[in-house]
C-alpha cells in the first residue's frame, strides 16, 4: 500500500544531455517538466525543452546545481510534485531526499537509508562483505592524513586506488603506482572530490591486476520486488571515465551472469533498495567477482540497458516513484542483440586529451538503423568549462556485437562537430583495435594500447584534404573580392534587387 | 590562376596548390605534379561534395581564417593553407624556437587550482608547473623546456582565459 500522489510535475536537478533524457520521458508521459540552470546555462537544451525553467545562481556547480536549498526553492516556486536528480550533482547525496521528505516532495530515487548505506563507499564495502558479497580489499574507513594514507599504502603494496568516499564516475579517483607518487595524487584526487561532490574524504582499495569493470542493473518497487536487468561491461576506461559501454559482457555466460545478477539482487536487497541502481563488480583474470560499489541512481550507460530490454528506465523510476509496483518480473525480462555506447567527449586526444571548451559552430548528428543519440547541445552551443565535457552518448544496436560495432562505426563517422574538438577520432580508433573485437580487454585497455589509439591520418586522402582546401581557400578569396568589386560599382549598378528584376523582366518580355 | 601554400604537421611539411577556376564550382588544380579535375559542390555548413576525377568524396571543413581541418573518410587533416602574400608574411614573422624565453599559456579557459613552482625555481622540460581544472578535471601544464622560471602570471584560485599567459621559463 501507498499514499504515494500520481505525479505531474517534475523539477530536473541536472543539466545538459541527462536533464534533456529524463525530460522526454516525461513529456511523453504527460507530465510537466521544469529545468533549473546555472548563468553559463541559460543558453542550454535543457532550459528550452522544459516547460518551466527557474535560474539558481553562478556556473561552479557548489554555487548552483550543488545547493540544496536553491533547488527545493525552484521546486516550491513552481509547485513541482517530485524531482529527479539525474546523476552526479545531488543524485546520490541521502540528506538531499531527506529534505524532500521533509519538503512534502517526491525524490525519484531510492531511500535515504538505502543511500547512506550504499553512499559512503567504505560503509558499503562493509555491509556487503557482512552480507556475505565478496569485496576488494582496502581501508576499511575513510583516512584523513595523507600520511597515514600512503603508510596504509605501502603496506597493502602498489598499485593502489586512491578513492573517494562519496564518490563515482570517476572523479576523486585515481590509480598510484608507487609511493613516491603518492601525495600529489591524494591532494589532487581530493581537490577534484571536494569540488565535484562537496565531500572531499578519500580511503584506499588495492589495484586487482587485469581487472574488468562489469554492472549490473537492478529495479526495485516500494514493496521489495526486486529484477535485474542484465551487465553492462565498462572496461574501456579513461583515468578513470568510462568511454565505451556494451552489453551483453564478452566474459559472462549464463550462469555467470544469474550469479551476478543474484548478488546485485541481494545486495539491493539488503539495503532496501528502490528504484534503479548499478552495482559494480570487478572481475578478475580468474572470472572471480568482487562487489565495488552500488550507484543510487541512473547511470550514465543505462540506455545500453534500455536497447537490450526494450525498457525505459527513467518512465520505470518516475511508475515506482508513484507508488506502483514493477510490471515486470524477472523471468519476463528479455534481452535481445548487442548494444554499445560511446561517450562524445569535448576533448582533444591529440593532446593529452585537454578538455575543448567553446562554441559549437556546426553540429551534425548520425542517423539511420539502430542509433540513439542522446545529446545535450546544438550548433551556436557553447560549451561551459564548468561542467563535464561530455556532450553526447552515441548508441547502436544489432543483433550481435559485430553488427553492432560496425554500425556505431558507421554512426561515429557520420558524426559531425565543428569548432571544438571532440574524440570521435578516438572511439572509431577504440572499436577498431583487434583487442577490443576480440573482446579480450580489462579496465587496463586504454593505458596499454595508448599510442595505438591516436590515429594518424590515413595517408591515402591527404591529397584530397589538401584540394578541398585550397578549393575552399580560393572561393572564400574570390567572394571576397567580388563583394568588394560589387560595393565598389555600387552607383552604377541598379538600386536594388526590384529594379534589377523589373529590368530583367521587360527585356524578357520584349523577346516573346 | 591562384596559388596556395599548405602547411602540414604543424608546419614541418609544405605542399603548393595551384588552383584555376573552369567553370562554375570546377576547377583545374595542379599538386604535385599531377592534375586534377575538380568539381566542388557546397552542401551545408562546411560540407563539401568533391569530386576528384571520378572519385567522389564527402568533405568537412571546420575552417578558421587560416587553420582549417578536413575530415575525409574518418580521418582529420589539420593544416594551414596561406596564400602568396600570408606565406610571405609568415616567414618575416620567423620561425618557431625553442631558444629564449618560452611562454607557457593556458590552452582553454579554466581556474588554476595549483601552482607547483617559484620564480627562480630550475625546472625541466615537461615538468609540472600549474594545474588547471576544465570541466571537473585537473590538467597539469608542463614547462616547454629546461630552464628557470622567470615569471609566474598566476595565483592559485584565479580564473583564465584560453590562451592567458601562465609563466615564462627560460
Not at chain 1, 526495485?220 to 574501456?236: H, K, M, P, Q
Not at chain 1, 568510462?242 to 551483453?248: D, H, L
Not at chain 1, 562554441?359 to 564548468?386: C, E, H, K, M, N
Not at chain 2, 587560416?66 to 618575416?92: F, H, N, Q, T
Amino acid at each position: 500500500m501507498s499514499d504515494r500522489k500520481p505525479i505531474r510535475k517534475v523539477l530536473v536537478a541536472n543539466r545538459g544531455e541527462i536533464a534533456v533524457r529524463v525530460m522526454r520521458t516525461c513529456r511523453e508521459m504527460g507530465i510537466k517538466t521544469v529545468a533549473v540552470y546555472s548563468d553559463a546555462d541559460r543558453g542550454s537544451l535543457h532550459v528550452r525543452f522544459a516547460d518551466e525553467a527557474v535560474h539558481i545562481g553562478p556556473p561552479p556547480s557548489r554555487e548552483s546545481y550543488l545547493v540544496m536549498d536553491k533547488i527545493l526553492g525552484a521546486a516550491r516556486a513552481t509547485g513541482a510534485d517530485a524531482i529527479h536528480p539525474g546523476y552526479g550533482f545531488l543524485s546520490e547525496k541521502a540528506e538531499f531526499a531527506r529534505a524532500l521528505d521533509t519538503a512534502g516532495i517526491t525524490f525519484i530515487g531510492p531511500r535515504a537509508e538505502s543511500m547512506d548505506a550504499m553512499g559512503v563507499k567504505t560503509t558499503a564495502r562493509k555491509n556487503m562483505a557482512d552480507a556475505g558479497v565478496p569485496t576488494v580489499p582496502g581501508s576499511p574507513a575513510p583516512i584523513s592524513d595523507e600520511n597515514e594514507a600512503r603508510a596504509y599504502s605501502d603496506s597493502i603494496g602498489y598499485p593502489v586506488m586512491i578513492k573517494a568516499a562519496a564518490g563515482g564516475g570517476g572523479k576523486g579517483m585515481k590509480k598510484c603506482e608507487r609511493s613516491e607518487d603518492f601525495l600529489s595524487m591524494w591532494q589532487s584526487a581530493k581537490r577534484e572530490a571536494g569540488s565535484a561532490f562537496g565531500d572531499d574524504r578519500m580511503y584506499i582499495e588495492k589495484f586487482l591486476e587485469k581487472p574488468r569493470h562489469v554492472e549490473i542493473q537492478v529495479f526495485a518497487d516500494e514493496y521489495g520486488n526486486t529484477i535485474f536487468l542484465g551487465e553492462r561491461e565498462c572496461s574501456v576506461q579513461r583515468r578513470q571515465q568510462k568511454v565505451i559501454e556494451e552489453s551483453p559482457s564478452c566474459i559472462l555466460d549464463d550462469k555467470m551472469r544469474n550469479a551476478m545478477g543474484e548478488v546485485a539482487v541481494r545486495a539491493a536487497k539488503a539495503v532496501r533498495y528502490r528504484g534503479a541502481g548499478t552495482v559494480e563488480f570487478l572481475v578478475d583474470a580468474h572470472r572471480n567477482f568482487y562487489f565495488l560499489e552500488m550507484n543510487t541512481r541512473l547511470q550514465v550507460e543505462h540506455p545500453v540497458t534500455e536497447m537490450c530490454t526494450g525498457l525505459d528506465l527513467v518512465r520505470m523510476q518516475i511508475e515506482v516513484a508513484q507508488g506502483e509496483k514493477l510490471a515486470i518480473a524477472q523471468e519476463q525480462v528479455v534481452r535481445r542483440g548487442h548494444a554499445i555506447e560511446a561517450r562524445v567527449y569535448a576533448e582533444d586526444p591529440a593532446r593529452n586529451f585537454m578538455p575543448s571548451p567553446g562554441r559549437i559552430s556546426y553540429l551534425r548528428v548520425p542517423a539511420g538503423p539502430g542509433i540513439r543519440d542522446d545529446s545535450g547541445v546544438y550548433t551556436g552551443w557553447v560549451v561551459p568549462q564548468f561542467y563535464d565535457p561530455m556532450i553526447s552518448k552515441l548508441l547502436a544496436w544489432a543483433p550481435t556485437r559485430e553488427y553492432a560495432i560496425e554500425r556505431l562505426k558507421r554512426a561515429l563517422g557520420e558524426y559531425t562537430v565543428h569548432g571544438i574538438t571532440v574524440n570521435l577520432q578516438y572511439l572509431r580508433a577504440v572499436l577498431d583495435h583487434p583487442a577490443f573485437r576480440s573482446g579480450e580487454y580489462d579496465t587496463g585497455f586504454c593505458g596499454k594500447f595508448e599510442k595505438e589509439l591516436l590515429v594518424k591520418p590515413d595517408p591515402r586522402y591527404e591529397h584530397v584534404a589538401l584540394i578541398a582546401a585550397a578549393v575552399a581557400a580560393y572561393r572564400r578569396d574570390h567572394d571576397a573580392a567580388e563583394a568588394s568589386a560589387a560595393r565598389a560599382g555600387q552607383t552604377a549598378a541598379p538600386r536594388s534587387n526590384w529594379q534589377r528584376l523589373g529590368r530583367a523582366r521587360s527585356l524578357r518580355g520584349s523577346i516573346r | 590562376m591562384t596559388t596556395y601554400v599548405a602547411l602540414l604537421d604543424g608546419g614541418r611539411r609544405e605542399e603548393t596548390i595551384d588552383v584555376t577556376p573552369e567553370g562554375p564550382g570546377v576547377y583545374r588544380v595542379e599538386m604535385g605534379g599531377e592534375v586534377h579535375q575538380v568539381d566542388a559542390f557546397r552542401h551545408d555548413y562546411g560540407t563539401v561534395s568533391l569530386l576528384v576525377d571520378t572519385a567522389s568524396y564527402s568533405v568537412q571543413l571546420d575552417a578558421g581564417d587560416s587553420e582549417v581541418k578536413a575530415y575525409i573518410r574518418g580521418s582529420a587533416y589539420p593544416l594551414e593553407i596561406l596564400d602568396e602574400r600570408r606565406l610571405r608574411m609568415r616567414r618575416a614573422a620567423g620561425k618557431f624556437t625553442v631558444e629564449g624565453k618560452q611562454t607557457l599559456t593556458a590552452p582553454m579557459p579554466g581556474k588554476v587550482v595549483k601552482v607547483l613552482v617559484k620564480v627562480g625555481d630550475e625546472v625541466k622540460e615537461g615538468q609540472g608547473l600549474v594545474v588547471i581544472e576544465a570541466m571537473k578535471m585537473e590538467n597539469e601544464m608542463k614547462s616547454p623546456k629546461d630552464g628557470k622560471i622567470v615569471e609566474l602570471a598566476v595565483v592559485e584560485g584565479q580564473a583564465v582565459e584560453g590562451g592567458a599567459k601562465l609563466a615564462a621559463v627560460e
